[in-house]
């Protein structure tokens, strides 16, 4: 059965570069960021474990792990690291699971048979402290994903779950939010005293900033 945002995420034990870890366990009280990706030493993938080893202190800034999934073993990921911090310039130091069986894989949907029976393409889910699904996004082998866009899905997520609010198109943190049809203009203003730009009954903008 597929995976849809607000399901449970499947939880599982799995060999990590940073041992064995429970994923609800792991991520606890957390926000993660788990993404697949189709091999070790190939050169997208380097580029795109570099930038996740990068923005370690954004991550961190927003409560969330990441934790890497392929379908190699420990071993050619420990190496693959190695390689990863010295081209990339960083030191990456969240968990990659190894999957060599493609079992979380699998579970995850991340294998698209059309594409690879046994390599990942590049699915990414964020999950929330609840291990809700949150958002589910899918790139194909040969594109890099949009880390300015990973970090700004997430913090769109928390600002929505904190103040009860939409976001808009190319919405960037600092921008305007969406107050949700479901809010009464009469709730809306006892709910944000701030005011709020009413362009349409259903159509309201209001800065929580
Ligand atoms: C890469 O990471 O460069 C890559 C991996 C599999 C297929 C295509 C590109």
Redesign the pocket.
């Known amino acids: 059965m597929s995976l849809r945002i607000g399901d449970t995420a499947p939880n599982f034990t799995v060999n990590t570069t940073a041992g064995e870890i429970n994923l609800h366990d792991w991520i606890g009280d957390s926000w993660c960021f788990f993404f697949s990706?189709?091999?070790d030493f190939?050169?997208?993938?380097?580029?795109?474990m570099g930038r996740t080893a990068q923005l370690a202190g954004e991550f961190a800034s927003r409560n969330t792990k990441p934790l890497g999934l392929s379908t190699d073993g420990i071993k050619e990921h420990l190496e693959w690291i190695k390689d990863v911090d010295d081209t990339q310039n960083t030191t990456l130091k969240f968990p990659i699971i190894a999957d060599p069986d493609t079992k979380i894989a699998r579970l995850y949907d991340m294998i698209h048979p059309n594409e690879?029976d046994t390599?990942a393409v590049r699915s990414v889910f964020i999950i929330d402290p609840n291990k809700k699904i949150r958002l589910m996004m899918t790139y194909p082998?040969?594109v890099?994903r949009n880390f300015d866009e990973i970090l700004r899905v997430i913090d769109a997520l928390q600002i929505a779950d904190k103040n009860g609010v939409a976001t808009p198109a190319d919405w960037i943190p600092g921008g305007k939010v969406i107050i949700p049809p479901s809010v009464s203009s009469e709730d809306a203003k006892a709910k944000f005293p701030q005011g709020f730009d009413e362009i349409r009954p259903y159509l309201r903008f209001v800065d929580v900033n």
């Open positions: 990706h189709p091999a190939t050169p997208v993938c380097t580029t795109e690879s390599a082998m040969n890099g």
